[in-house]
């Protein structure tokens, strides 16, 4: 098992990011299962697609954007990955009003930064929705954070931590 002491104890990165995996408690450690390897971490650095296709990495990512309260586009970019598998058209109508309203309109509780003609063709496609209807700003969202965020994730604190954090259990063995 990986300690990851300066992570987990200090709450840099909470037990909710992982729901379904049992963290055991000693002594005010914790530990994550040995899935989480040095080898797999250090893999988060080759691209921002590696990082959140990776459930621990997601999660990280997510703690750390929280961490400067900025975490509306990845939240806004999970959410569409989640959009695209609904079936049900009446679904769909209900999700993408509450897609826009949280994330897309004017002053919304998550506004992301797009541009004023991608903000409009949505408002104009969530009249009558489809599995596309969030594509562009989607596209747009995952370019700020592949050039902004992604980044200053891998010069973070909390991604240079669990990789000592990593490496130093490699080396105890």
């Known amino acids: 098992m990986l300690i ?3 992570l987990l104890s200090s709450r840099q990165i909470p037990d909710y990011f992982y729901p379904d995996l049992t963290l055991v408690e000693s002594s005010n450690t914790h530990f994550l299962p040995s899935r989480l390897s040095l080898e797999d971490t250090q893999q988060w650095s080759q691209s921002l697609e590696r990082l959140l296709e990776s459930k621990y990495g997601l999660a990280t990512f997510r703690t750390f954007l929280k961490s400067e309260f900025s975490d509306e586009n990845i939240e806004f970019w999970l959410t569409c990955e989640e959009y695209k598998k609904i079936k049900s058209s009446f679904r769909m109508s209900s999700k993408a009003k509450k897609i826009y309203e949280h994330f897309i309109k004017a002053e919304a509780p998550k506004e992301i930064n797009i541009d004023y003609y ?5 408002k104009s496609a969530v009249k009558t ?12 969202v995952y ?3 592949e050039r902004d965020s992604y980044p200053r994730f891998l010069r973070s604190d909390i991604y240079r931590s669990l990789l000592e954090s990593l490496a130093a259990d490699a080396v105890k063995g």
């Open 143 to 145: 370019g700020l954070m």
């Open 4 to 6: 990851l002491c300066a």
């Open 129 to 140: 929705p489809n599995l596309q209807c969030f594509d562009d700003a989607q596209k747009i």
């Open 118 to 122: 991608t903000r409009e063709q949505i």
